[in-house]
């Protein structure tokens, strides 16, 4: 079955750039999405079709792509932006597909 | 205000069945695809099934093939999901979502306990 992969976590101090990475196969010929969840809420859709953000999401978060490897950057992270990230993308087989989740701890 | 709110869940037995409900207002229902996700205690999302606007396209997830049905009521606004034989392994928090022709699910519910366990 297909596969999008993240890194569990990552960490990074507030003020400062974090990239969280999704990749999987033909990756590249489709759009990823993003979603933000926090503990005991539903996700929010952060980045839509690769790079656009959703009216009422910070500038800070921005998304980008290249080859099969899709990336959510968090600029000027805040220790708000805690939380579990997934990206999504569309498969032929069975439909969608979201990877496993990145917790992104602000330290 | 778009709304999405499911019910229907709750404690069943090994190879028991359930019905969630997924009650929409505050959009056009008819002009989404939706879908249905869960969410493992702990762990990450995953996907479970798509229906297309008029019910045309419906797709599932192979860890329910065969075992789960959704469908819709575009006169009442609703989506359903009907679980049947359901296993340890479905346990899970449910959320209906609404599928954006721009991309992704921009809208969700707060989601329905399924407790599969004897």
């Known amino acids: 079955s297909y596969e999008l992969t993240q890194p569990p976590s990552v960490s990074v101090s507030p003020g400062q750039t974090v990239t969280i990475t999704c990749s999987g196969d033909?990756?590249?010929?489709?759009?990823a999405h993003w979603y933000q969840q926090k503990p005991g809420q539903s996700p929010l859709l952060v980045i839509y079709?690769?790079?656009k953000r959703p009216s009422g999401i910070p500038e800070r978060f921005s998304g980008s792509s290249s080859g099969n490897t899709a990336t959510l950057t968090i600029s000027g992270t805040q220790p708000l932006d805690e939380a579990d990230y997934y990206c999504?993308?569309?498969?032929?087989?069975?439909?969608?597909?979201f990877g496993g989740g990145t917790t992104l701890t602000v330290l | 205000e778009v709304q999405l709110v499911e019910s229907g869940g709750g404690l069943v037995q090994p190879g028991g069945s359930l019905r969630l409900a997924c009650a929409a207002s505050?959009?056009?229902?008819?002009?989404?695809?939706m879908n249905w996700v869960r969410q493992a205690p702990g762990k990450g999302l995953e996907w479970v099934s798509y229906?297309?606007?008029?019910?045309?396209?419906?797709y599932y997830a192979d860890s329910v093939k065969g075992r789960f049905t959704i469908s819709r009521d575009n006169v009442n606004n609703a989506l359903y999901l009907q679980m049947n034989s359901l296993r340890d392994e479905d346990t899970a928090v449910y959320f209906c979502?609404?599928?954006?022709?721009?991309?992704?699910?921009?809208?969700w519910g707060q989601g329905t306990l399924v407790t599969v366990s004897s």
């Open positions: 999504q993308a569309w498969h032929t087989s069975p439909a969608w597909v």
């Open positions: 505050g959009f056009p229902f008819s002009d989404h695809t």
């Open positions: 229906i297309t606007r008029s019910s045309n396209t419906i």
């Open positions: 979502a609404r599928e954006d022709t721009a991309g992704g699910f921009a809208y």
């Open positions: 079709q690769d790079t």
């Open positions: 033909k990756l590249g010929d489709t759009f």
